[in-house]
């Protein structure tokens, strides 16, 4: 029992010798927390920063969100938004059109549209 008391009291006297760097000490630890805790300062900004980019992602899809509404309103009620779906996507012709289809041949495999270029043809000579 006399060890048990002569701790205590070492213990008491190093607490009280000491309590300003434990405090101090302490003070520092909880300011850390705070600072880079789960719920600390650091995590506050990084949860704004991702509140924010979040927020832009939404603006940006309500943009497009009214655009395809307006499209789907044009799409329902106008005639020529109609008449340009229905000839281009589908291919329909009014009466009397006349429908051009080019079709690569199978053996070229040269996607170039252009006529050749007039430095590169032979040059004709004159009699």
């Known amino acids: 029992m006399d060890q048990s008391v002569g701790y205590f009291a070492r213990l008491r006297e190093f607490a009280k010798a000491n309590a300003r760097t434990i405090f101090i000490l302490g003070f520092v630890l909880l300011l ?16 704004q920063q991702e509140a924010a980019q979040i927020g832009k992602e939404i603006k940006q899809l309500d943009d497009e969100n009214k655009q395809l509404d307006q499209r789907v309103k044009e799409l329902k009620s106008d005639p020529h938004a109609i008449e340009e779906i229905a000839r281009k996507d589908v291919g329909l012709a009014r009466p009397g059109d006349i429908i051009f289809k080019v079709t690569p041949q199978s053996g070229d495999t040269s996607r170039n549209l252009n006529p050749p270029d007039s430095s590169s043809a032979p040059a004709k000579q004159s009699p």
């Open 32 to 47: 850390l927390q705070d600072v880079f805790g789960t719920h600390g300062v650091v995590a506050m900004r990084r949860s």
